[in-house]
Nanobody, 126 residues
Framework: QVQLVESGGGLVQVGGSLRLSCAAS????????MGWFRQAPGKEREFVAA????????HYADSVKERFTISRDSAKSMVYLQMMSLKPEDTAVYYC???????????????????WGQGTQVTVSS
């Protein structure tokens, strides 16, 4: 079992920055892929970024590449999503998720993730 708690959401102006945090607990994160997803009102949940704990490779949705950075603090079992140059279309509830024993082809699909946080709201105002 993995428990996930997000924090760091809020209201920010267009062009601003926010850093989301995800605290993981319950088991070692070796072999886990940590992902960030988001869901805007009336839309499906979409992939934002992922980090494979073993090896540290990162993966991004095209819509956030060059603007968002996923990172980790292994000692604290924390995952972060640094968001820069925010746009109104980035407004959504952001979720941290964990995928056990996932292969690369699975990491962009929310249904493969077994564990989810409660979500944190990010609102970008113009």
């Amino acid at each position: 079992q993995v428990q996930l708690v997000e924090s760091g959401g809020g209201l920010v102006q267009v062009g601003g920055s926010l850093r989301l945090s995800c605290a993981a607990s319950g088991r070692t994160l070796s072999g886990i892929t940590m992902g960030w997803f988001r869901q805007a009102p009336g839309k499906e949940r979409e992939f934002v970024a992922a980090l494979r704990w073993s090896g540290g490779s990162t993966h991004y949705a095209d819509s956030v590449k060059e603007r968002f950075t996923i990172s980790r603090d292994s000692a604290k079992s924390m995952v972060y999503l640094q968001m820069m140059s925010l746009k109104p279309e980035d407004t959504a509830v952001y979720y941290c998720a964990a995928l056990e024993r996932g292969i690369l082809s699975m990491i962009r699909t929310s249904r493969h993730y077994q564990y989810w946080g409660q979500g944190t709201q990010v609102t970008v105002s113009s």
